[in-house]
């Protein structure tokens, strides 16, 4: 893994006056990398009913990150 992760970085840079090309090479010894996040959530929901017999009804759905109430409808 560490020979993945160093390497060299070349920039090159030319002035727009006289055409003059500056090319440099910058080491790097690691690269950082985002990790993923996790694509949906788990929602918790507890519907009671109107009729007092009728227990709550407690349900778990996944749903994408960034739902909203309107999606869980």
Do not use: W
Not at 10 to 17: K, N, Y
Not at 26 to 44: I, N, R, Y
């Amino acid at each position: 893994m560490v020979d993945l992760m160093h390497g060299q970085l070349r920039s090159e840079v030319i002035c727009p006056d006289c055409g003059n090309v500056s090319i440099k090479f910058d080491p790097f010894l690691m690269h950082t990398l985002q990790v993923p996040g996790a694509v949906s959530k788990t929602v918790e929901l507890c519907y009671i009913f109107l009729e007092p017999e009728r227990k709550p009804l407690k349900i778990a759905i996944n749903m994408p990150k960034g739902s909203n109430i309107a999606d869980v409808r």
